[in-house]
């Protein structure tokens, strides 16, 4: 493909990247949700061991990833709006309350949305699940450290 003489250019020690090649490398909801859910499976069992600390950070990183897919796919936009506001505002208030009670029914809710949101866009396919253990790879229980 040959440049157009005024086609705005990324400069990075590798390459020259036309704007529009960066802006059709941007991830799509479908590549996000895997961190999304990752970091989702991470608030909870954060929460369950009482580090407050980890589950705030995984959850704001959590919105910020939606953010991005809001940006990226505008058609989803009003719908990762109400779940920022709705459901992970009431996950982010309990974990600033240190409430498992309030968080864990929160949490729960967040996940009927979020399967909800699945069906409305023609996903019933996907239907998430919180896994029955803790992610292997985090030390969630910091008390003792």
């Known amino acids: 493909m040959k440049q157009q003489p005024d086609e705005p250019i990324a400069h990075t020690s590798h390459a020259e990247i036309p704007l529009d090649k960066l802006g ?67 996950i982010n208030k309990a974990i600033l309350e240190k409430n498992w009670a309030s968080f864990a029914t929160s949490y729960d809710s967040g996940i009927e949305s979020a399967n909800a ?15 029955d253990t803790a992610p292997p790879h985090l030390k969630l229980d910091v008390s003792n450290s």
């Open 24 to 90: 059709e490398i941007q991830p799509g909801l479908a590549r996000l949700m895997a961190e999304i859910s990752d970091r989702y499976w991470i608030v909870y069992y954060a929460a369950k061991a009482a580090n407050w600390k980890l589950a705030a950070l995984q959850s704001s990183e959590l919105e910020k990833a939606l953010r991005i897919g809001s940006i990226t796919r505008p058609k989803y936009t009003n719908d990762i709006e109400a779940f920022i506001k709705g459901p992970l505002a009431s």
């Open 117 to 131: 949101y699945h069906k409305d866009w023609n996903h019933e396919e996907i239907i998430w699940q919180l896994p």
